[in-house]
């Protein structure tokens, strides 16, 4: 009997945590790593390059503002703030994985954002961070990726004058991603190397690049995001 008793008041207070926007939210974020995991496993680098956004440059950032926050004002001031240090996570990864000497491939990088995501998600909801997400907010973020998806789609297909700084970036970022030790390489002395600008770049290229397999050419495609 107490454990029937149990059982059913568990599930009571699922259902309720179901009902928040917040947990609602927080799955959809978990889904999205998982679906870009799977898609991770096969060879469709443009549906990657569509779950970048979301998948690396908004979700880590996004679950860890909630786990070290007590209160969430505005639903976009969190998104934005998520894909700012999503960026810098994303650069940090990159730069551990350079130095532990792990591939930059696709795999990797969900395997990674998806256990990173999964783990700080479950703080939030034990916390039990509640927040409202108004209407024009989320119309507002459904705007915003579908215009990501749509620019993505239509610059891919558009022939490119590369410029020769472009290049030296491209090639310094391809370098960190091939086995030829010809990048610099940060130890754990030097993690820091990875907040200066132009190495910032060069490792937002290979993340970019690396997590979604596209050909270097489309390197360019990271300035949509």
């Known amino acids: 009997m107490y454990t029937k008793y149990?059982?059913?008041?568990?599930?009571?207070?699922f259902k309720q945590l179901l009902k928040r926007e917040s947990t609602l939210f927080i799955?959809?974020?978990?889904?999205?790593?998982?679906?870009?995991?799977i898609l991770a496993l096969v060879n469709v680098s443009l549906l990657r390059a569509m779950l970048f956004l979301p998948s690396l440059l908004v979700a880590p950032g996004t679950v860890l503002l909630l786990a070290l926050k007590h209160y969430v004002e505005s639903f976009v001031e969190l998104i934005v703030k998520g894909f700012?240090?999503?960026?810098?996570?994303?650069?940090?990864?990159?730069?551990?994985?350079?130095?532990l000497h792990i591939p930059l491939i696709p795999v990797n990088y969900s395997l990674a954002t998806l256990i990173i995501v999964s783990s700080?998600?479950?703080?939030?909801?034990?916390?039990?961070?509640?927040?409202?997400?108004e209407k024009s907010d989320i119309l507002l973020i459904i705007i915003a990726f579908l215009s990501y998806v749509f620019l993505l789609e239509t610059f891919i297909r558009v022939?490119?004058?590369?410029?020769?700084?472009?290049?030296?970036?491209?090639?310094?970022?391809?370098m960190?991603?091939?086995?030829?030790?010809?990048v610099t390489r940060p130890d754990a002395n030097d993690i820091i190397i990875f907040l200066r600008g132009r190495y910032l770049w060069t490792y937002l290229l290979a993340s970019f690049i690396g997590s979604t397999g596209?050909?270097?050419?489309?390197?360019?495609?990271l300035g949509i995001s």
């Open 6 to 13: 149990l059982l059913c008041k568990n599930y009571i207070l």
């Open 27 to 37: 799955l959809s974020l978990i889904i999205i790593e998982f679906t870009y995991f």
């Open 84 to 99: 700012f240090i999503s960026t810098l996570m994303l650069t940090l990864l990159t730069s551990v994985m350079l130095m």
């Open 120 to 133: 700080v998600s479950i703080i939030v909801l034990i916390r039990g961070i509640v927040f409202k997400a």
């Open 159 to 174: 022939p490119r004058l590369f410029v020769p700084d472009e290049t030296a970036y491209i090639f310094s970022a391809r």
């Open 176 to 182: 960190g991603i091939l086995p030829t030790g010809l």
């Open 214 to 221: 596209l050909p270097w050419h489309q390197a360019g495609l």
